[in-house]
């Protein structure tokens, strides 16, 4: 149980263009999921927490205009990456709780983006 | 935000070698988890820690959280290929919107035969 489906695993773009991900809680609910961005090689760092019905926190230094995130559902949150540049090139990552609290977190498999 | 203090970034050892990552909060975390990153896989969930002075083991894993609740370590007994990966501390604050976690930034193992 507690699988979380990241969509897509990888995606190039050019420039400029808008490139949405989907992060979705396949057996359970997830009243809140978190967005972390990843550097080869490095840890992952905390973007935003995705609430349910509510606006997105971002941390400190997260762009809440280029990195758009919507929950729209108890089971699917999606950030959106727009005017993309080639700085923005990484691997997110999704992850989310089967119960609130202090309870691990199960993670996307993650999506690779590239941008030329 | 706070942050999880992680060391070594690297460790290579010889199969059958012991090997020990630490984690270090300057602030009292409400619990710290431990993930395991194949390489170019996801993070994956390993154990959590609430208790002051806690331990737990895990087959060839030892997990431990100190006593004030601002340390933690991850020891593996003779280390074998499989084992290779990074290994992430996750603390978790009080303060944390949606109880998030910091992940430290990692411990990479690499294991020869």
């Known amino acids: 149980g507690a699988v979380v489906s990241q969509h897509p695993s990888w995606v190039i773009c050019k420039s400029g263009t808008s490139v949405k991900i989907e992060c979705r809680s396949l057996?359970?609910?997830?009243?809140?999921m978190f967005w972390y961005r990843q550097f080869p090689k490095q840890s992952l760092m905390l973007m935003a927490t995705s609430n349910e019905g509510s606006k997105a926190t971002y941390e400190q230094g997260v762009e809440k205009d280029k990195f758009l995130i919507n929950h729209a559902s108890l089971t699917l949150s999606t950030l959106t990456v727009t005017s993309a540049h080639p700085e923005d090139s990484s691997f997110y990552i999704c992850s989310a709780r089967d119960w609130t609290g202090y309870s691990p977190l199960h993670f996307g498999n993650g999506t690779r983006l590239t941008v030329t | 935000g706070q942050q999880v203090m992680q060391i070594p970034q690297y460790q290579h050892v010889q199969e059958g070698e012991d090997f020990t990552t630490y984690c270090n909060s300057s602030t009292t975390l409400s619990n710290i988890q431990w993930y395991k990153q194949r390489p170019g896989g996801h993070p994956v969930f390993l154990i959590q820690?609430?208790?002051?002075?806690e331990v737990k083991k895990q087959k060839r894993l030892t997990f431990q959280f100190g006593e004030a609740k601002k340390n933690s370590s991850l020891h593996i007994t003779a280390t074998q290929t499989t084992d290779v990966g990074t290994y992430f501390c996750?603390?978790?604050?009080?303060?944390?919107?949606?109880?998030?976690?910091?992940f430290g930034k990692g411990t990479s193992l690499l294991v020869t035969p």
């Open positions: 057996d359970f609910q997830a009243t809140t």
């Open positions: 820690l609430v208790k002051s002075g």
């Open positions: 996750a603390g978790q604050f009080t303060s944390n919107s949606g109880y998030a976690l910091n």
